[in-house]
């Protein structure tokens, strides 16, 4: 009967071989470089999609405001109406250029980071 206190040989090789294959220097550096740069994809994204709710929130008050002004524009006359008509376009038009902002930036982020 074997000793029981005996490792088998290729048993330890096994583990050796494997401790050198997944904590070589270079492996650990690639690897951690691989999941920084999907943190920061990840993170990109997230941006983008706030930005794009942003966007939609912004989208539904202004044409909410442009319909209420224009039915008390036609209704009154009032040049009022017609500034508050003029305010949700400029609304739409500074969240259409904060989206495109922060789209480009985070394009910008995740192209100058390092893939590993």
Known sequence: MPDPT???AQIIDLINQSQQATMNPQVVLTSG???AYQAVAQSAAIAVQDAAD???NATTVATTAS???MAQFLATGEDRY???LQLAQQMMTSATQDFSSIGAAAAVVLKSFPSG
């Open 6 to 8: 005996t490792v088998n």
């Open 54 to 56: 942003a966007l939609r």
């Open 67 to 69: 319909g209420v002004a």
């Open 33 to 35: 470089a691989g999941k």
């Open 82 to 84: 017609a500034k508050a």
